[in-house]
């Protein structure tokens, strides 16, 4: 039996991991959930991790993990504290999740750089993904080529995981296609009707450029590093 508040909060965590990848902050979790406090989020966060709705994953902040969802249930009965309680008996099985250990193969499109624009080659191998690192989305990896991004913490030789997508915020990191062309990994940012890449290397300067020399190619969602 979950309680309003505790449904409340799961359709919630779902909708922010359907739209951005990451789940909400314990801020925006209370402000949506209009708590007073975080405690109360804490709360219902354990509540539907001991019910098996939810998990943390390990490692990784803001993480958790939607494992079932009481699809499409109604308020049925009210427990002795007056709180609206769900019967998960009246509702369909939902699929279930793909486990968190499960490697998916994403397309891996050749180099992209960190520092000047060059050709995003297309090619026909592709990369074992851990599921886990991936949000919901269709998703590609390329080889990052360059040092520009290097106070973001992504380095010549990684590869960045990318969330197909043409839209994106001031400030997200970015697969851009520049002139049609040539792809970089940077920083977006709009301003004075003009798109600026922004490097994360003091050594780089900014690229800018006109918004329909621009196309947004998807946003970096994860990272993943060899060592040698």
Known sequence: MLTAKQHELIRFIQQRLEETGISPSFEEMKEALDLKSKSGVHRLISALEERGFIRRLPNRARALEVLKQPEDATPVARSARGDNVIDLHRVAPPAQPRPANDVIEVPLHGRIAAGVPIEAIEGQSSL???AALLGPGEHYALEVSGDSMI??????GDFALVRRTDVARDGEIVVALVRNEEATLKYLRRENGMVRLDPAN???????????????????????????
């Open 202 to 228: 003091g050594t780089y300067e900014p690229q800018i450029y006109r918004p329909d020399e621009v196309q947004v190619q998807g946003k970096l969602s994860g990272l993943l590093r060899r060592y040698h």
């Open 128 to 130: 074992p993904v851990p």
């Open 151 to 156: 106070e973001a913490g992504i380095f010549d």
